[in-house]
């Protein structure tokens, strides 16, 4: 099973931004500091947190662990698998020996033209007027398009009610945000 970790950024201090900058390899913290405060504070903890994991996994320094990024984006290393997401003032990891997916939104209004563009029949016919129920697919979809590594543009394909073969969509709500997790049984 994957494990999750978690930040809450109003808790974070711009003393340990700094400190986890520090930790980064060169090619990750130059990505970093091109980035606009708000999304350099969210992917550096999303890096703390990753790196964080793939310490307790390899027994490794965090200066030795080399994040990586594909040609589309997706985070790597060889110490093992992870996946990053943010909302709001959240930022999760999840973290496993196998391929996984992760996605936190914070519960608020639904975009109805998102469900119409990107929801099974099957899905829409479970919203309803709940927000909870909206988000609950949408970061549903999400995890398990980067589980796959497909990404954003795997979301019209990808239905969270008939999982493939061998996958475990977990999905938990606490306190106003929704965290799916996609993993291999």
Same mark, same amino acid.
């Given at each position: 099973?994957?494990?999750?970790?978690?930040?809450?950024?109003?808790?974070?201090?711009?003393?340990?931004?700094?400190?986890?900058?520090?930790?980064?390899?060169?090619?990750?913290?130059?990505?970093?500091?091109?980035?606009?405060?708000?999304?350099?504070?969210?992917?550096?903890?999303?890096?703390?947190?990753?790196?964080?994991?793939?310490?307790?996994?390899s027994g490794k320094a965090a200066q030795e662990?080399?994040?990586?990024?594909? %040609?589309? +984006?997706?985070?790597?290393? &060889? $110490?093992?698998? /992870?996946?990053?997401?943010?909302? @709001?003032?959240?930022?999760? !990891?999840?973290?496993?020996?196998?391929?996984?997916?992760?996605?936190?939104?914070?519960?608020?209004?639904?975009?109805?033209?998102?469900?119409?563009?990107?929801?099974?029949?099957? %899905?829409? +016919?479970?919203?309803?007027? &709940? $927000?909870?129920? /909206?988000?609950?697919?949408?970061? @549903?979809?999400?995890?398990? !398009?980067?589980?796959?590594?497909?990404?954003?543009?795997?979301?019209?394909?990808?239905?969270?009610?008939?999982?493939?073969?061998?996958?475990?969509?977990?999905?938990?709500?606490?306190?106003d945000y929704v965290i799916a997790v996609a $993993?291999?049984?």
């Amino acid at each position: 099973m994957a494990g999750l970790y978690e930040l809450d950024l109003t808790q974070v201090s711009e003393a340990e931004i700094q400190q986890w900058i520090a930790e980064m390899d060169d090619a990750s913290r130059s990505r970093v500091l091109s980035l606009g405060k708000k999304r350099m504070r969210e992917s550096v903890a999303g890096d703390h947190l990753a790196r964080t994991a793939l310490v307790k996994m390899s027994g490794k320094a965090a200066q030795e662990i080399l994040i990586r990024r594909t %040609e589309t +984006g997706k985070p790597y290393a &060889d $110490e093992g698998c /992870f996946s990053i997401s943010h909302s @709001g003032e959240t930022v999760v !990891c999840a973290v496993s020996e196998t391929p996984v997916g992760v996605d936190v939104e914070r519960i608020r209004k639904s975009p109805a033209r998102v469900a119409q563009r990107y929801f099974t029949e099957a %899905e829409r +016919g479970r919203l309803e007027t &709940d $927000e909870t129920e /909206f988000w609950r697919i949408w970061t @549903g979809k999400e995890a398990l !398009c980067k589980l796959t590594g497909e990404g954003l543009a795997g979301l019209k394909h990808c239905d969270t009610l008939t999982l493939p073969e061998g996958v475990v969509l977990t999905t938990t709500i606490r306190d106003d945000y929704v965290i799916a997790v996609a $993993e291999l049984d």
